[in-house]
């Protein structure tokens, strides 16, 4: 569905950078992919989700990225824009949207 390609892209308006975490190290120190620019769109409002461990988590900003992005594993570190403070945030929970939901089809990523 082409017109449904293009709205995504219009709407994938900020940049971000993803480090999948991969594993850990013999230490037990996260290992991580190397740095990925992704196209998205985020959302700075605050939410409560569910975490691994079925805890309730404070997820201060939401990333929206294309639905052909691989889910991010939770654990992930995800550079923000300078727009929001170009801080770190860690991945909480990631999911696809897919037709349904009212938008576009979609990887939704939580984050701290």
Do not use: N
């Not at 900020?14 to 290992?31: I, N, P």
């Amino acid at each position: 569905m082409a017109g449904a390609s293009t709205i995504v892209t219009a709407w994938m308006t900020h940049s971000v950078v993803v480090e999948r975490l991969v594993g850990s190290s013999g230490t037990g120190a996260a290992v991580y992919g190397e740095p990925e620019a992704l196209a998205a769109f985020v959302d700075p409002g605050e939410s409560y989700v569910r975490g691994t461990a079925g805890e309730s988590v404070l997820s201060t900003a939401t990333a929206y990225l294309p639905v052909t992005v691989e889910t991010i594993p939770v654990g992930s570190r995800v550079g923000l824009p300078t727009d929001f403070g170009g801080r770190v945030a860690i991945v909480v929970q990631s999911a696809h949207r897919r037709s349904g939901c009212g938008t576009p089809d979609h990887l939704e990523v939580k984050l701290t």
